[in-house]
């Protein structure tokens, strides 16, 4: 058994969920039916897959008059990245659908992957505006459905995991925002240079599909699992940053770089829970020459 400075020991969710909107003045006189054709122009596996969801409670998906949804998040969807065009057209539309999809923790995340599809397939149907409600941001329905998975289950994971970062007084703080909808804490990384913002956003993004290796791996080897281990190292390679960016190509034999992770618990009730990447406990330096030499292993340049 490993020890337990070993490990970090994580809380599994019972069911993840997945939700997404689309605003349109076109609402569908039956929306099962409209579900259901829009799930039938998905490819296979996923095609299947989401019938059979929106056949039981997994995969639901409701019509409601624009003042009687809940509001959008203006605000939010302008930060990320929505235009003022968009937000209007979203903002003015009669009506809302509301798109939401359950399932266990694990791979492969279909809550996620059937919601997208189905919303985005139905978002070109009527047509309507896409709002990925995790983020939450507007997306472009064509390029949506470019992010599921292909026939072998890959996904481009930064098309589904962002790097938002927040200057303060002592450098930039950056944070994963995705990790959550797989039931995991997201990453982040405190006081970064700004001169290594780019570099570790590929950091943080090849942790990311490591971490989510692991943390797949480990719910699904576990019987019902409440809380399952996994290494406190994560060790990222340049393969990992390629696979990150959709480039599956192959295994980097390279010796890489190890991540230390510290799980740092809540303040309070409402905060979110992070694993934040540390300095191994017996680095010398500090902790900004850690993040400049995981840049300098793993590019060749910090």
Request: include cysteine.
């Amino acid at each position: 058994m490993a020890d337990s400075d070993d490990v970090v020991t994580l809380s599994v969710p019972e069911m993840v969920q997945a939700t997404y909107v689309v605003t349109t003045s076109s609402p569908p006189d039956d929306i099962e039916v409209a579900a259901a054709q829009a799930a039938l122009r998905l490819p296979e596996p996923l095609r299947s897959g989401a019938l059979q969801m929106l056949a039981g409670p997994l995969l639901t998906l409701e019509v409601w008059p624009a003042e009687e949804a809940p509001p959008l998040p203006l605000d939010y969807l302008r930060m990320f990245g929505a235009t003022s065009a968009e937000l209007g057209v979203a903002s003015t539309a009669t009506h809302v659908v509301i798109c939401q999809a359950a399932f266990r923790p694990g791979w492969p995340p279909a809550h996620e992957w059937n919601a997208r599809g189905v919303a985005a397939a139905l978002a070109q149907d009527l047509p309507g505006t896409l709002i990925d409600a995790f983020m939450p941001q507007i997306l472009n329905p064509k390029q949506a459905l470019e992010t599921l998975p292909d026939e072998e289950d890959r996904v481009t994971l930064t098309r589904w995991v962002l790097v938002p970062q927040s200057p303060d007084d002592h450098g930039i703080w950056m944070t994963t925002k995705g990790l959550d909808r797989y039931g995991l804490p997201e990453l982040q990384v405190l006081d970064v240079p700004p001169t290594l913002a780019g570099p570790w956003t590929a950091v943080l993004s090849a942790a990311a599909v490591v971490l989510l290796r692991h943390w797949s791996r480990a719910v699904d080897e576990a019987d019902d699992p409440a809380f399952v281990s996994i290494s406190r190292i994560l060790r990222v390679t340049g393969a990992d940053v390629a696979e990150a960016y959709g480039d599956h190509s192959g295994t980097d034999l390279s010796p890489g770089v190890e991540l230390p992770l510290r799980l740092d618990p809540p303040d309070q009730f409402d905060e979110q829970t992070f694993l934040t990447i540390v300095p191994p406990d017996d680095f010398p330096d500090s902790p900004s020459e850690f993040l400049a030499q995981v840049c300098d292993d793993l590019f060749d340049a910090s």
